[in-house]
């Protein structure tokens, strides 16, 4: 609470005098429009309405009081600005409209300074930067969100915001919580790059209305609007070690319903050992997915609208030794081999009513199911889970734009996993059936007002859930905008999170190694307060555009389980720690844009994440405390090809500490420093488009990153102290065939 009121009171006493007219522009069938120009009558002063429609534009020092909105097609309206600060232009359709052509390019990444929580928008143009094959590998030209590897062998992946582990963050499809418990392992690389439209990145304590899990940030991934997409798009990869990626979406409409039917496939590749340590570099994937999404009706719009989407995915992956034979060898003691295989059908509805700009409800209702079957060398695992969620919500907008939301929401999961080793000549004791079944009703509110002349925004959220074994918790948020400028933006949030532990899918390294897990505490909910600043600031020039933007975040756990590695490099201790937890976050990020033609970013991040262990600072391990990324595209104005190049530089990460262990399998407690390149070209040649790049240009990899790759059943196999690439150079080719209309 002292926080909050510091930060309350800090806004407060920012009151400027200039005076800022907001506001929004629609069609005349109550469609908000993007990229609408808003400008004062006789000046070249004006601004453009942003993603959902809105504009903000200072009225300091203009003599005329006359606002103008204009869109391509539609004839342009004026309004007399008197004492009003907020506005809504409805442009009704021309009755005549010579032909006319449009050129742009939309920013690889968009920051707006309207919306009140800090919401970096990745976009297409980001998309298209690199090959893109699945959401695990659309982050490469940005700092905010590092994917990282939880099980080498397998190639598993997770996302992390705020240097913690991918599970503090809540990551949406469409709004829906669909990446959870199994499909946490592999969900993230399960989604196609060409079936993404837009990534939403919210870092720290935001919004209430999906729930309380959201501790470190947010990602929700949009697909592609089948009434706005490609007609067709079909797109083929690859690359040099001879996997093959195919993907191809076709819209299509249905009377008052529009839809896009997806499929894609991943086929193997070539068995690869770089570095000679018997164990293959990449597993052997093989995935199949199809997905149908149909949408009626604009949410935006008066009356009903609606939302359907049917997902089937089939996955199996192969890693271990170069020899491993699944169909011989799989749970052997002679040669070491992991197999994952499982299915998964998802379901998501949302439909809505909205009686007029006033009242709105919405109802979400989505669920998945899993079978997985897996070995990790002598170790089994099955496991199912159902999960079905369910989000009633009420909006009401009162005042012009202040918003108030509310409702209910019901969450179920019976997650049942089964472990067994098929020799025990490694003395692990963790065998056994496990379930964890939750049902979580839960209620929520979150209300947005808009306070001195709209420079200041407050939005302010509570929820409360029941869970079924741990009882109930309260979720506060709030959050603070106050804009000196339409140019610059101060932000300030706080809140608690908590969630409830999966073990072993939230931890699959976890299996892979011969370390026994000890589960040594009842494990309770994770808990933590997260609060934080931003500043952004948007450069605006007749040649040069641009975003300063400047971070810090801190995370303090009340709670948290982080497997304990370092007391026994034979075993990983699973524990409640009640003591001091930090995780310190700050991030300085500068684009331009310079000529229509130049993209440059550079962006640093410096990460600050330990324990206080006996009275000592432990820092956790796997985080690199210095981060640099660096972005350069070049576009020519005809668009006919682009050049696109990134390099990440990467600080020391702290490893286990694996000194009790004979000298031979025994590694440094911190890795190396290393920088990774990536580069693609792409051309252009209507309705194909032609890309070809190389990732991780200079070759770097660790070699031999397994302790004890010579005897994978020995006592110290482990993979717990991998901090880098293991893959090395990858050259790839692609194409896309584009349809529009």
């Known amino acids: 609470m002292r ?121 297409q143009t980001s998309l298209k930067q690199a090959a893109c094959c699945d959401l695990a590998g659309c982050f490469g030209g940005q700092s905010s969100v590092q994917p990282h590897t939880t099980n080498v062998v397998t ?15 809540q990551v949406l499809l469409d709004g829906f919580p669909m990446v959870k418990g199994l499909s946490a392992t592999y969900g993230i690389s399960s989604i196609p790059g060409t079936l993404v439209d837009n990534i939403f990145i919210a870092k720290g304590a935001n919004s209430v209305l999906q729930g309380y899990e959201s501790i470190s940030g947010q990602i929700n991934v949009q697909t592609k609007n089948p009434s706005s997409t490609d007609k067709l798009l079909i797109n083929g990869y690859l690359n040099s070690f001879m996997e093959k990626h195919f993907n191809i979406n076709y819209a299509f409409k249905k009377g008052d319903w529009n839809s896009l039917a997806s499929f894609g496939t991943v086929q193997p590749a070539k068995k690869v050992d770089g570095d000679k340590d018997t164990f293959l570099d990449l597993p052997i994937l093989t995935r199949y997915v199809f997905s149908n999404k149909w949408t009626y009706g604009n949410s935006s719009e008066w009356g009903w609208n609606s939302q359907i989407n049917v997902r089937f995915l089939n996955e199996e992956r192969i890693g271990g030794q170069t020899n491993f034979n699944p169909s011989q060898d799989q749970g052997s003691s002679s040669i070491y081999g992991q197999t994952v295989q499982f299915n998964q059908p998802e379901l998501s509805i949302k439909t809505g009513y909205r009686w007029d700009d006033v009242h709105n409800v919405t109802a979400f209702v989505s669920g998945f199911q899993q079978h997985q079957h897996a070995y990790f060398g002598l170790t089994k695992y099955d496991a199912d889970q159902v999960y079905l969620y369910g989000n009633l919500q009420y909006e009401y907008t009162y005042k012009e734009k202040q918003v108030l939301k509310t409702g209910f929401s019901y969450r179920y999961s019976n997650l049942t996993e089964d472990l067994a080793f098929t020799t025990d000549i490694l003395s692990r004791t963790y065998a056994g059936p496990y379930q964890l079944k939750e049902k979580i009703p839960g209620f929520f509110a979150e209300n947005t007002l808009y306070l001195l002349e709209d420079k200041l925004t407050w939005m302010a959220g509570i929820r409360g859930d029941h869970h079924n074994q741990f009882g109930f918790h309260l979720t506060p948020r709030t959050l603070l905008k106050y804009a000196f400028s339409p140019e610059t933006v101060v932000r300030a949030n706080i809140g608690t999170g908590w969630r409830t532990v999966n073990l072993f899918s939230e931890n699959i390294g976890l299996l892979v190694s011969s370390r026994d897990i000890v589960i040594a505490d009842e494990l309770a909910p994770e808990r933590a307060l997260n609060y934080g600043l931003n500043f952004t600031h948007k450069i605006v020039g007749s040649s040069v555009n641009g975003v300063l933007s400047l971070d810090y975040y801190r995370t303090n756990f ?52 330990y324990r206080m262990v006996d009275g000592l600072e432990q820092q956790l391990p796997f985080n690199a405390k210095h981060k640099v990324i660096t972005t350069f595209s070049f576009q020519p104005l005809s668009k006919k090809y682009h050049f696109d190049t990134n390099i990440h530089w990467y600080g020391q990460q702290r490893l286990p500490n694996t000194q009790q262990n004979p000298v031979e399998f025994q590694r440094p407690d911190f890795s190396e420093t290393y920088a990774i390149a990536n580069a693609q070209f792409t051309y252009n040649l209507k309705p194909f488009e032609l890309y070809a790049g190389c990732e991780n240009i200079f070759n770097f990899r660790q070699n031999r990153a397994i302790i004890s790759w010579e005897d994978p059943f020995s006592p110290y196999f482990d993979t717990s102290s991998v901090w880098g690439p293991s893959r090395g150079r990858e050259f790839y080719l692609g194409f896309r065939y584009r349809i529009l209309e």
């Open 3 to 123: 926080y909050l009121l510091t930060i309350i009171s800090c806004c407060l006493s920012l009151m400027l005098t200039a005076q800022n007219i907001t506001g929004k522009v629609m069609n005349g069938e109550q469609e908000l429009l993007i990229g609408a120009t808003v400008y004062w009558s006789g000046t070249t002063i004006g601004t453009t309405t942003d993603l959902d429609g809105y504009f903000e534009i200072s009225k300091e020092g203009q003599s005329s009081n006359l606002l103008i909105a204009s869109y391509v097609g539609i004839a342009p309206d004026t309004i007399e600005v008197t004492d009003a600060t907020t506005i809504t232009f409805q442009l009704n359709a021309a009755n005549t409209l010579d032909e006319v052509t449009i050129s742009g390019q939309q920013d690889a990444v968009i920051i707006s300074n309207i919306k009140a929580i800090k919401t970096e928008q990745i976009t």
């Open 558 to 609: 009340k709670n948290q389980i982080f497997p304990d590695f370092d007391t026994d490099p034979q075993k990983a201790i699973i524990q409640n720690f009640r003591d001091k937890s930090i995780s310190n976050g700050y991030q300085a990020e500068i684009t331009l844009n310079l000529r229509e033609r130049f993209d440059w970013k550079v962006g640093y991040t410096y990460l600050d994440v």
């Open 155 to 169: 190639n598993a992946k997770e996302l992390r915001i705020l240097g913690l582990s991918g599970v503090y963050n």
